[in-house]
């Protein structure tokens, strides 16, 4: 594996023992067969039927726990992301932990100005980029459902997004998939990639991603988007959002077994579908803010309940989706600072894997590249602090400290040339000296440092090129996109 990532040693952070877990769990399975889930969809109904479970009120459909516990059973326990030309570059189990940046929002927060305006594409492209240049954001997410870049029909621009990424980025892409069409037509463009459909399972660079409605209910878009994805054996994140108050109790505990019933029974009809089916337990339990009724980004007890939720999927042996480099921030600042690092630091202590909107700013509504680059510092900063210390012979250097005594100095030491380059050095945190009174020099501020950095990489990173050919091949598919739209083949300024 080439990409980096966070790794908490045993043991972990952990707010729920497994007498908890074990409570939690049978909950969920009480709302799954006594309670029901609704299911939307002519396929899930019949696979649930012929499994066992009661499909006679789809409104209220009934999976009995033994079921539920079959489809944990034969859901991989691993999943490795690979880059686009199939070389493997994440692997998603155990407590390592990647983070993931997202270049497409409604509107943009502009490093060079530091005003808001809506996210175009050459903007989507730019970020794609960006992301391709920042060593600790190691995969790419699109948020296609809401349709944005700015200026196409909902139903193409998340494609068209896709599409930018793939061409401005090797590494591991997903999609949130507008329909079932649009994620055909992206499977159809990654299997050419890849060398075939066959080749994409093996070697899968594209994952898909679905999500219940809370409370409880399974929509025909998602389920149709997830078998097919399952039909093709490629990663599937499936990932929850009940608020606390709202779609789910006000209590932590109740939210939770709301939250994991949907992702379990999502699992059993996957499983159903196809035993193996790759997927990735997403979960984002939140509150609702009772002033705003918003989903707050930066509330702490977001981290506590991604937190809590990655033990459930740790409990389970599945890979797990969370959170965190995000903001309810309008500015860059204070607040973004403090929320992204809370986040990131919750997110390397409880162990999740697939760690997604980096750089999301005022409850989801625009990216920020600025904050992508600050998170990506901020990722360094955290693995520094869950690095296990070497005790060694080494590393005690009692003969050194024998030889220098009380009051000698180890600066010129060869042991201390041969050690110091381990320490953490920030891009765009000031350490320098500072200004006296009347002197002619000048404060360096951090917020001076991130922009720079953030206009340098969008200035001056070029990535790895798509093959001539291919990309060619590529644009044909994607002319037949607008064409079925009866558009001409043309990007908005």
Sequence with gaps: MESNYLELSPPLFRRLDDRELTRIHDASLHILSRIGVTVDCAEALELLDGAGADVSNPKRVLIPGDVVERAIETAPNTVVLHKRDGTPFVELSGNRCYFGGTPDQPDILDPRDGKRRPCTIA?????????DALPNITWSFTSEWAGYPQGLPAVLAGKISFMIQLENSDKPLGSSIANVQNLKD?????????????????RPFFFGSVEPISPLVHGRDALEKSLLIAEHGLPNVV???????????????GTLAVMNAELLSHCTIMQLKREGAPMIYGAMPNIIDM??????YGSPELNLLVGAATELAHHYGLPMLGTAGCTDAKVMGLQ?????????????LFGANM???????????MIS?????????????????????EVDDETLALDLIDKLGPGGSYLAEDHTFDHFRSFWSPEILDRSMGVKPRSAGKAVHSEELLRDKTLKILTDHTPKPLEEGLLSEIKKMEKSWFERLGLNHAYPE
Excluded: W
């Design 123 to 131: 903007d989507v492209a730019a970020n794609a980029r960006l992301i």
């Design 239 to 253: 990932y929850s959002m009940p608020m606390a108050g709202a779609t789910a109790p006000a209590t932590f505990a």
């Design 186 to 202: 992206q499977i159809e463009v990654c299997s050419l990639v890849a060398g075939g459909t066959e080749e994409l399972r093996r």
């Design 291 to 296: 002033k705003t009724t918003i989903f707050p």
């Design 355 to 365: 760690v997604h909107d980096v750089g999301l700013m005022d409850h989801a509504t």
């Design 369 to 389: 590249p600025e904050l992508m680059v600050l998170t990506d510092e901020i990722i360094r900063m955290t693995g520094v602090m869950l690095r296990r210390l």
């Design 336 to 348: 973004a600072g403090i929320e992204a690092m809370s986040q990131c630091m919750s997110s390397a």
